[in-house]
């Protein structure tokens, strides 16, 4: 978040006043406003955050100083946080593009070790967003015993309200310019509590200043200047020294009088500019000033609505956004669920972003739109569950910063409920009989957590839908259980499973062209080896002193370490729609006031930086160097080298240690599933028994060639919920006579769209029961593989359908048949019509999918070939395989398709 125009000009005609001042009153302080000063100013500011990710290392013990001080000063802060967004999101690429090219160049000055401008060049590319430190604020806040509270959309009129209300909530407000655009007549824009002393800021004296201007005519003109709700007029906006934008207050104050001071001839004035069209700046305009005039806020009674009720617009959802229930208005103010996934359903978009720091590469692509489209379609379909049918019918629409035009969608009404797979999860802290037990709310913060954290494992696919331990759920397990609870390793460990099932976390060249990776060793085995354990330690934190990060970088690492913050993030949100959905359907007692300790409660808070990955790539680099690596004493004198490296580090052995129990963790999963193609990771403690010269005996086998497309294991594996609990023989019968009604009903409902509509070449061929299905799919382009043909595909439907994948293959008919069927020719289709794609594996399947996608997603797959070729040893595999596909173990390698 940059500094605003009007902000700078402002802090300007500040006036200070010592902290005593203050004393006994009540401050408002805007969260955002105050985290985006903790990242930006030149005293606290961590200039190579940017460069290492996660949380700056001193800002809890400034953010805690600062508040013990106001305590002691007699303030009581309040803070309010920023809630949903007002209206259509607009993303600001073009600065998008200026902060990445200015993180390019400090890169280059860092690989050139051009020292004297990489912390300058680090320091002035950008920072981290406010929102992402909320929950970490929030924590510290509960902590110190500070209230706050959470706006139902822009804090500033949150605020604006608290202060204006005649019970006056608070006395003042700490926060920035816009604040004047809600009518608050006094700013305070600076707290120092080492100096004890504040600045402040008038509107009256800014209008005074500006020329004497109006109250309509110093709005419009704060609004022209820039705000969350409207950008900057283009006009007002120079080439700025190094780079970016600048805003003279002076000129832009010229331009303004010159067309009257009013806005909306300004904006005619320059309307055939093409920086002005582009952003169709008068519209905009005039939604940005109609959203501030008629904003939205939740007052003392918890009811939310417009600051002026009386005068409100009759289409204010087209303003702000459709409207949510009260309920989650309030769980949103507790902090119970974040602003993310209410703001898709409302605005009914979902933009796909590549934060600062982020490289576009195709793995990171791969993950936001392969695989976590099931869990963000989870989440907003289990929170659509609980709300009314305007929202369990909306379409969602998704947009990636690379492609804005795409028309990539989320139906809500085609999807089965989601809350109905996890209702059963109800379990009180007595074990109560089931038919006494159903009556009765969960009460204690243990029950609720408790039953929030089993139905999201069982919507992660740790758990089955009779509360049994999945192959993942007992690998999870067993990595659990080898940890100390005083390790604090057991997120990071979840997390690592996650991207091992995801198919990320290995040793393969994600980044090849980016710098960072490590650099001594051979190349086929040790550098492979130290890539692998360095990114298992980007997924833990290095323990570090509170300040500023001063040593290595890794540009590799900082990459790898984006992915693992994005599965983390979005974990996040399902869970707290899980807790949210909880309390929204009466499962839990909502007459409480430990709202703040649940959210709090949950995990996935703490984002990783790359620090502790640094550590041990550049100790696994140092060892090859060594006579003898693998000898206690040089490793030791090599762990010594340590306190050169990160001289702000607690300890760096005991950084190492860490890392390495988190290894043996995550280790002992992968060992327990043996299901995850393509991982077999050996364990740690060969490190001692490593030949000389070699980094460690760890070894990624990863056996699938690179010029295979796929290839499949000669025995099967266990499959993920393959591992069915003994039952008493009533209950088996009860069970699977309910899982064949469930399949009964998705099948019929999906024959039923069908025959209403099907997409372009897709036709069904042949359903007349509820177990197998065959479809006849065609190639629409002129590819000439497949020009003027057709092609039969056959479903067969397990009992556990949806939940688990149909077993789909090609199937033949002959010439001479009326309707002659061949298997088409491609590097993923054998002979005999088995087809190697993830979407039909465990790890790719998720119950969204439908005949229809997978219909679709086949015929993609068909188009985009330009292969007229079997896979590699397909006529081995055809004679001497006669398993049925779905016990085929296959190695994705091609991502393409």
Not at 77 to 103: C, H, I, M, R
Not at 173 to 184: I, K, R, S, T
């Amino acid at each position: 978040m940059s500094t605003r125009p009007l902000d700078e000009w402002a802090n300007t005609r500040t006036q200070t006043f010592d902290l005593a001042v203050l004393k006994g009153s009540a401050i408002g302080i805007h969260a955002t406003h105050y985290l985006d000063l903790h990242l930006n100013h030149y005293v606290t500011k961590e200039p190579l955050l940017i460069a290492l990710g996660g949380f700056p290392f001193a800002l809890q013990a400034n953010i805690t100083r600062e508040l013990q001080t106001l305590k002691a000063a007699d303030v009581t802060p309040v803070f309010v946080f920023d809630g949903l967004d007002a209206g259509k999101p607009y993303p600001d690429f073009s600065a998008q593009a200026e902060n990445t090219k200015a993180l390019n160049q400090a890169w280059e000055y860092y690989d050139q070790q051009q020292a004297d401008q990489v912390v300058d060049a680090f320091s002035g590319a950008g920072s981290a967003h406010p929102e992402s430190l909320y929950k970490f604020l929030q924590r510290i806040l509960q902590g110190e015993g500070i209230n706050f509270i959470v706006a139902p959309y822009a804090a500033s009129a949150q605020l604006a309200y608290l202060e204006k209300d005649p019970h006056r909530f608070i006395d003042a407000v700490f926060g920035p310019a816009e604040l004047f655009l809600f009518d608050v007549e006094k700013i305070i824009t600076k707290m120092d509590t080492d100096l004890r002393h504040f600045n402040w800021v008038t509107k009256s004296l800014c209008q005074e200043e500006l020329g004497r201007l109006s109250n309509q005519q110093f709005a419009d003109l704060c609004l022209l200047l820039g705000s969350p709700f409207l950008p900057t007029f283009p006009p007002f906006e120079t080439p700025g020294y190094g780079g970016g934008k600048r805003v003279n207050i002076r000129d832009a104050v010229g331009m303004f009088n010159s067309a009257g001071r009013n806005a909306l001839a300004l904006c005619a004035q320059f309307e055939e500019d093409q920086r002005v069209h582009d952003l169709d700046y008068m519209d905009r305009f005039k939604r940005a000033f109609m959203t501030v005039k008629h904003h939205v806020i939740m007052d003392v009674d918890g009811k939310v609505g417009p600051l002026d009720p009386e005068n409100a617009s009759s289409d204010l959802h087209e303003l702000i956004g459709q409207r949510l229930p009260e309920e989650l208005y309030f769980y949103i103010s507790k902090g119970i669920l974040g602003s993310r996934i209410p703001n898709w359903l409302t605005s009914g978009e979902l933009l796909l972003t590549l934060p600062l720091g982020t490289e576009d590469t195709p793995v990171y692509r791969r993950l936001l739109t392969e695989n976590l489209p099931p869990i963000r379609t989870q989440a907003l379909c289990l929170l659509s569950n609980s709300l009314h049918r305007f929202y369990q019918t909306k379409v969602i629409n998704v947009r990636a910063w690379y492609d804005d035009k795409t028309d990539k969608s989320i139906h809500l009404k085609d999807l089965p409920s989601v809350k109905d797979t996890i209702s059963s999860w109800r379990l009180g802290s007595k074990q109560l009989l089931e038919s006494v037990q159903k009556f009765q709310p969960l009460t204690t913060k243990q029950e609720i957590i408790s039953n929030v954290t089993w139905r999201f494992l069982q919507l992660r696919g740790y758990v089955d839908s009779k509360h049994q331990l999945t192959t993942w759920g007992k690998a999870l397990e067993t990595a659990l259980s080898s940890l100390k609870p005083s390790d604090n390793l057991e997120e990071p460990t979840f997390l690592a499973v996650e991207l091992v099932r995801l198919g990320i976390l290995s040793s393969k060249d994600w980044f090849p062209n980016i710098s960072g990776g490590p650099m001594r060793g051979s190349a086929d085995e040790e550098q492979r080896n130290n890539l692998l354990i360095s990114r298992v330690a980007c997924f833990g934190k290095i323990q570090h002193k509170p300040i500023g990060y001063s040593g290595p970088l890794s540009r590799q690492l900082l990459s790898f370490r984006s992915l693992v913050s994005t599965v983390r993030s979005a974990l996040r949100d399902l869970i707290e729609v899980v807790l949210a959905s909880l309390l929204l359907s009466g499962d839990a007692n909502r007459d409480r006031d430990d709202w703040t300790d649940l959210s709090l409660s949950l995990p996935f808070i703490d984002d990783n930086d790359c620090g502790l990955a640094i550590a041990v790539r550049t100790y696994l680099d140092d060892l090859p160097q060594e006579p003898e690596p693998t000898t206690e004493a040089i490793r030791e004198e090599v762990r010594a080298k340590g306190k050169e490296w990160f001289q702000h580090s607690h300890s760096f052995s005991e950084n190492l240690d860490m890392s390495f129990q988190l290894w043996d963790a995550v280790f002992k999963a992968i060992q327990a599933a043996n299901k995850e193609p393509g991982v077999d990771i050996k364990s740690p403690q060969r490190l001692t028994q490593s030949k000389p010269g070699r980094i460690c005996g760890f070894r990624d086998d990863i056996t699938a060639s690179s010029s295979v497309a796929c290839e499949f294991y000669p025995t099967p594996q266990p499959q993920l919920g393959s591992i069915t609990p003994t039952y008493p023989a009533q209950d088996v019968r009860q069970q699977e006579a309910e899982q064949a009604s469930q399949r009964a009903n998705v099948v019929i409902q999906e024959l039923i769209k069908m025959q209403n509509s099907l997409p372009p070449g897709v036709t069904v061929a042949k359903a007349d029961n509820l177990e197998q299905w065959e479809m006849d799919i065609r190639v629409l382009d002129d590819n000439p593989i497949y020009k003027d043909e057709t092609y039969r595909l056959r479903f067969t439907f397990s009992k556990n359908y949806p939940i688990e994948a149909p077993e789909v293959q090609f199937i033949s008919l002959p010439a001479t048949s009326e309707t002659p069927r061949p298997i088409p020719m491609h590097p993923h289709i054998y002979s005999n019509g088995i087809i190697c794609l993830d979407l039909l594996g465990s790890a790719g399947w998720s119950p969204i999918q439908s005949v229809e996608s997978v219909c679709m997603s086949i015929q993609s797959m068909l188009t985009g070939n330009t292969k007229n070729e079997r896979p590699p040893g397909d006529e081995e595999f055809v004679r001497r395989d006669t398993r049925r596909p779905r016990d085929i173990r296959f190695i994705y390698d091609d991502h393409t398709v």
